[in-house]
Structures are given as C-alpha cells and as structure tokens.
C-alpha cells in the first residue's frame, strides 16, 4: 500500500493492489481482469522468488483472452540465494522489498510499456505518411495483430492479371496494376487485412 501512495505522490501513477491471500483457491479472475485493464502485473513475495510469481504468470497465461494486447510481466522477491538473520526492516531494505523498490520495479514497468508502445507506433506512422505521400503503397497493415506487411508480399499472395487487362487502368502491366491495387486501398476506407499468421491462427479445445 505504501508503494502505490509512492507511485500516485511521485510519478502521478494509479495503482492496483491485489491481496492474494490464498494460493489455493488462487483468485484467477481478478487476476486476468487485471491483466487485462491495466496491462501491467507485478508480483511481490517476501520469500524467494519464482514460487508465487509463477503461479500467478501460469494462471494469467492460461486464462487470459486479450492476446491482441501486451502485457508487461515481472516478479520481485528474495533472489535464490541463503538465507540471513536480522530486523525484518533489515531484510527488506537488503533484499530490495521495501515499498521503495517496489515503486521503483513498478515505474521502471510503466516506461517499458510506453516505449513498447512508441516501438510500435513509429512504423505505423511511417507507414501513414507514405500512403499520404505516395501512390505506391510500402506496406499494408493488418488489421488484427497491426503488423505491416511489405507491399510486395501482399500482392504475391494473389495473381495479378495476366491474359486479361486490369479493369482500372486497362494495362497488362505488373507494375501498373500494383499501382492500381495502392490507389483503390487509398481510396477505400473499408479495406482491411489479415496477415498470414493471423489467418493461420486456430483454436484448440
């Protein structure tokens, strides 16, 4: 608790804390409602690390449904090592549990998301720009996993006209047509695309 008051006073972050006061039954909708509306899960355990952050990443994996967005993921606790005596404010502040390190695992988390986002964000924009700036498409991106695909890979995957004439610009030319196929998705706001490994994805019971 005092590590959420750290991060809302210091980094102006608003915090979920989850008391896991049993591990069975483990409490496995709140945490995947967690991992879901926050997408951010970090386990804390005064104990060695691995036992109870397991449990809880296992539990989130199995039972979590929004694939379509990351999840930044990582356990504090006492790293696998002897064991030492001394005050319990001793040991916390020796083995990095006390609500400081805690707020600082969680901002370092929060960062590490954001500038996953930006990673992803960039190509994206880049893509943008040069359909607004060119008649030839550089990439397509699907509209599920928000991959961008080359051009040429998306136009490889269907024949373009070869006996016929291409009923835009009545040329037999590849190049001319590709450049047809660029303009009518410009122009059509509704055009989605799934990639490959989207298409191929399947469901096992």
Known sequence: MRAAWILKQEFGLETRVINLHTIKPLDVRTLVQAAAETGIILTVEEHQVGGFGNLVAG??????????????????????????????????????LTAEHIAERVAHLVERKRDFARS??????????????????????????????????FVGESALPSD?????????????????RS?????????????RDCRDVTVAC
């Open 164 to 180: 016929e004439l291409c009923a835009d610009c009545e040329r037999r030319s590849e190049e001319n047509c590709t450049a047809c």
């Open 59 to 96: 539990a989130i994996l199995q039972h979590r449904r929004a694939f379509d967005r990351p999840l930044q993921f990582d356990r504090l606790g006492v790293e696998d090592c002897f064991g030492l005596s001394g005050k319990p404010w001793e040991l916390l502040q020796h083995f990095g």
């Open 183 to 195: 303009q009518w998705i410009l122009s059509n706001p509704s055009f989605s695309y799934l990639c």
């Open 120 to 153: 992803k964000e960039a190509p994206l924009e880049e893509a943008r720009e040069a359909r607004a700036g060119s008649s030839l498409l550089a990439a397509i991106e699907c509209s599920r996993c928000h991959s961008l695909i080359p051009f040429g890979e």
